[in-house]
């Protein structure tokens, strides 16, 4: 299948003009500028109907548009990943961490770019979403859960120590005698 031929407006106003001044037969003319004989007439027809308006269109021209929508898309490009790298740790972090990412800003930037951004493989970011938690995960979950509430409960004035302590005494978490005498802090 051929693609369909596009003329600048500036071509069609130059093949008219040879056709009018009929140097050539309007065969010959045709042949010679790749376009069919009837085409030239419908141009003819076109431009005396409207004058300065005929051929409105901005043609194929000399693929300047073809250049500037290849710039456009990669300029777009650019600035997606300019904005997924600029300030943005995640590219230290580990493979967990930035499908968290990728899946927190899927709505903002194509799930391929920023895999590509952030050097993860697109089925390992769909492999890691189709996953549900592992028996690991599952217990910090429920550990995490218990924390928020109690910060939620303290107004979150506990720190570290007193959130560690309270998880302890409620026996969410426990802790070996060695970890225990470890230094003044534990206490």
């Given at each position: 299948m051929t693609k369909r031929k596009s003329f600048s407006p500036e071509f069609k106003r130059e093949a008219?003009?040879?056709?009018?001044?009929?140097?050539?037969?309007?065969?010959?003319?045709?042949?010679?500028?790749g376009v069919g004989?009837?085409?030239?007439?419908?141009?003819?027809?076109?431009?005396?109907?409207?004058?300065?308006?005929?051929?409105?269109?901005?043609?194929?021209?000399?693929?300047s548009s073809d250049e500037l929508a290849r710039l456009r898309k990669e300029l777009e490009k650019v600035k997606e990943e300019r904005h997924l790298k600029k300030g943005s740790r995640i590219l230290c972090q580990g493979a967990?961490?930035?499908?968290?990412?990728?899946?927190?800003?899927?709505l903002e930037f194509r799930v391929s770019?920023?895999?590509?951004?952030?050097?993860?493989?697109r089925s390992g970011y769909y492999d890691w979403q189709s996953r549900g938690q592992s028996e690991h995960s599952q217990p910090d979950q429920v550990l995490l859960q218990e924390i928020r509430q109690l910060r939620h409960d303290s107004k979150e004035a506990y720190g570290a120590m007193k959130t560690w302590q309270a998880l302890r005494q409620s026996g969410t978490i426990w802790a070996s005698t060695e970890w225990l005498d470890c230094g003044d802090w534990a206490r």
């Open positions: 008219v003009r040879l056709l009018e001044t009929a140097q050539k037969s309007s065969a010959d003319l045709a042949r010679e500028l004989r009837n085409q030239l007439y419908k141009w003819k027809e076109q431009l005396g109907q409207r004058g300065a308006r005929a051929f409105p269109g901005s043609g194929r021209g000399s693929g967990q961490v930035k499908y968290a990412f990728v899946r927190a800003h899927h770019r920023m895999c590509h951004v952030l050097q993860i493989s």
